[in-house]
């Protein structure tokens, strides 16, 4: 956030100024997401860890977590312009705007449906939620990285 903001009070073009504020505010959005989605996860845990509340089917509530994380990164990845930091980056996408909006749209899309699978693998009782789960992100990242060739 900080190398955004330096580099938003050096610009002087408009265009430019609100590409970095753009960044800025996704960065933020994100940060804080992830703030919540931690104060939850670290409640939840410590009233099961003093026997307050009962655990919830296996991980339904790790897959709520990483399925929401993922959700939203997902989200923000379709909205983010073109930079070093946040996004599908890879040589290809970072080629020119239009492969990188391209690129991220569909990864995007791809992280949304990843976040929705995982809070389905971590309801299931039946299979080895977390080998499906490392499945299935190594299937999204290599369908990623070759879709943005």
Avoid at 34 to 52: D, R, T
Avoid at 56 to 73: P, T, Y
Avoid at 98 to 119: C, K, M, P, T
């Amino acid at each position: 956030i900080k190398k955004y903001e330096n580099k938003y009070n050096v610009s002087k073009d408009n265009k430019t100024k609100m590409s970095y504020l753009n960044n800025i505010e996704i960065m933020i959005k994100l940060f804080f997401s992830i703030i919540i989605i931690n104060f939850v996860s670290f409640i939840y845990y410590l009233l099961l860890s003093f026997g307050v509340i009962k655990k919830f089917i296996n991980n339904l509530a790790l897959g709520l977590i990483i399925g929401i994380l993922l959700i939203l990164c997902g989200l923000f990845i379709r909205k983010s312009k073109r930079n070093n930091i946040f996004g599908l980056r890879t040589k290809w996408s970072l080629a020119n705007d239009s492969a990188w909006r391209q690129s991220n749209e569909v990864g995007g899309i791809s992280l949304v449906a990843a976040g929705i699978s995982s809070i389905l693998i971590f309801n299931q009782a039946k299979y080895n939620q977390f080998l499906l789960f490392i499945i299935l992100m190594i299937f999204i990242i290599l369908f990623n990285v070759v879709y943005s060739m």
